[in-house]
Nanobody, 125 residues
């Protein structure tokens, strides 16, 4: 079974930046829709950013333009660039990929939806 793997989390000072990456454990044809979520301590999981297959993006209002979701040229790795990080951004960040396993799956419109295990982002004051 294809797994989704996040990386790039860590500890950063307030005002700093991090770039999270999200890819699959096996080769896929292409990502259809990519989403990043986060869950802070004692909080519910929230949707942070969405990248649709028409390249449109949607962000949580609370981010105030500090985060950017993007896809590499191969359409198999998703990034979340996080700038001007604040302590309230501290959370486990999860990637959720809706992807085509193969060209045949894409033509038949049969995507697979998989969550990653999450990566911790901690922002110090």
């Amino acid at each position: 079974q294809v797994q989704v793997v996040e990386s790039g989390g860590g500890l950063v000072q307030g005002g700093g930046s991090l770039r999270l990456s999200c890819t699959t454990s096996e080769r896929i044809y292409a990502v259809n829709v990519a989403r990043w979520y986060r869950q802070g301590p004692g909080k519910q999981r929230e949707l942070v950013a969405t990248l649709n297959n028409d390249d449109s993006t949607i962000y949580a209002d609370s981010l105030e333009g500090r985060f950017t979701i993007s896809l590499d040229d191969d359409k198999t790795t998703v990034f979340l660039q996080m700038d001007n990080l604040q302590p309230e951004d501290t959370a486990v960040y999860y990637c959720r990929l809706n992807f085509w396993r193969s060209l045949v799956a894409a033509l038949k419109k049969r995507p697979i939806d998989v969550w990653g295990q999450g990566t911790q982002v901690t922002v110090s004051a």
